[in-house]
């Protein structure tokens, strides 16, 4: 599937025209981006509450040894 996006302030001009020559192509879809402001600022709400998660192993616990010639 591929998307194309249409500038909001350019919808009025470009999404009647985009839609139509795309229309044979069912692969492609002419959507307007809404966006107001990036989700993913500094002190945006973004998607909510979300969790990062460390996908590595965890470390197993107690002491590494030291190494021979140390």
């Known amino acids: 599937m591929i998307y194309c996006v249409v ?3 350019m919808a009025d001009e470009l999404f009647d025209k ?3 020559y795309y229309a044979d192509d069912p692969h492609v879809t002419v959507i307007v ?3 107001r ?3 993913r600022e500094p002190g945006s709400g973004g998607g909510g509450a979300r969790e990062r998660r460390d996908r590595r192993r965890s470390r197993i616990p107690g002491e590494i040894p ?3 010639g140390d």
């Open 37 to 39: 402001a990036a989700r």
């Open 33 to 35: 981006d809404r966006r």
């Open 7 to 9: 500038p909001e302030p």
């Open 66 to 68: 030291p190494l021979a």
């Open 18 to 20: 985009l839609t139509a």
